[in-house]
């Protein structure tokens, strides 16, 4: 199946994200939000991003220019057009919600089109029980969409071949590193790094060292590019707190236990980045 119509729901972060790649590259998107305000939003972020783009000299005008004319903004999931190829879903982490989407459109969308949620850690299988078992598959983006390479293409327990290559060839047409993963909780990115942030919280509650000085002995001692910390404030704390959630249910294993000092941020609303403060503050 060629995929030429992509339909992605969520503005947020991701759902930008998504859109601003996919159009950048030739795809016509239509960009779904909630709501009109919130499409406006989305849309107003991705021309920033672009302009970013446009000022490193990454693009040129014109790219910017046509990318922004491939994206149609649409107001509410249940306007979704039928004659879509691929619906990407990119909402916050919530199984239950992702569920009710697939569901709802399932009786929209024609019925070859395939079904791929942007989940970083909810069982595939699960979601795709709400629609077409054998077109759905899970397509994780890393954040920032625009700059990171990796997508993890997650096959449920039904997910067909032909799915799953279609997907895959769809990935390096858009320039990105797809890497075949199978339905665990967390998948492979997030079963490793949520228990390091995890481990990283407990260090800081217990004591054995500041924030500052635990993501400097990541930085320097195991040469990642960012602390663990902050990395949490960037994913946004209630992003961490529900993936090592799905952990912890989904393995019945102490050892994704959630840090009580995660629960209680999260319970505060100090989320990282995106309310302000978090381990760190932010203007």
């Known amino acids: 199946m060629e995929i030429n119509k992509i339909s992605v729901i969520g503005g947020g972060t991701m759902g930008n994200g998504i859109t601003h790649v996919f159009a950048l590259k030739g795809f016509y998107v239509n960009l779904i939000g909630m709501n009109s305000e919130l499409a406006d939003k989305a849309v107003k972020t991705i021309t920033a991003n672009l302009d970013r783009q446009v000022k490193k000299n990454l693009i040129t005008h014109e790219e910017k220019t046509e990318a922004l004319s491939r994206i149609n903004q649409i107001a509410g999931v249940k306007n979704i057009p039928p004659d879509t190829d691929l619906v990407i879903e990119a909402i916050f982490e919530n199984k239950q919600a992702k569920f009710n989407i697939f569901k709802d459109i399932n009786q929209i969308v024609k019925e070859d089109s395939i079904f791929a949620s942007n989940t970083s850690s909810i069982s595939i299988t699960e979601l795709s029980s709400a629609s077409r078992p054998d077109k759905f598959i899970g397509m994780h983006f890393m954040n920032p969409v625009p700059v990171m390479k990796l997508i993890e293409i997650i096959r449920g327990y039904s997910t067909s071949d032909e799915t799953y290559n279609t997907v895959k060839a769809l990935a390096q047409k858009i320039d990105k590193v797809p890497v075949e993963v199978f339905d665990y909780p967390g998948f492979v990115a997030n079963r490793i790094l949520l228990p390091m942030i995890n481990e990283a919280i407990f260090a800081l509650m217990e004591g054995v060292a500041s ?28 992003v961490c707190l529900a993936i090592m959630e799905v952990l912890y249910n ?18 505060a609303n100090k989320l990282g980045r995106k309310t302000g403060e978090g381990f760190f503050k932010y203007q």
């Open 250 to 267: 989904g393995f019945n294993d102490s050892k994704y236990r959630p840090c009580p000092l995660l629960k209680k941020m999260v319970a």
């Open 211 to 238: 924030a500052e000085d635990i993501d400097t002995v990541m930085k320097l001692g195991m040469n990642h590019p960012m602390g663990p910390l902050t990395l949490a404030d960037f994913i946004g704390l209630d």
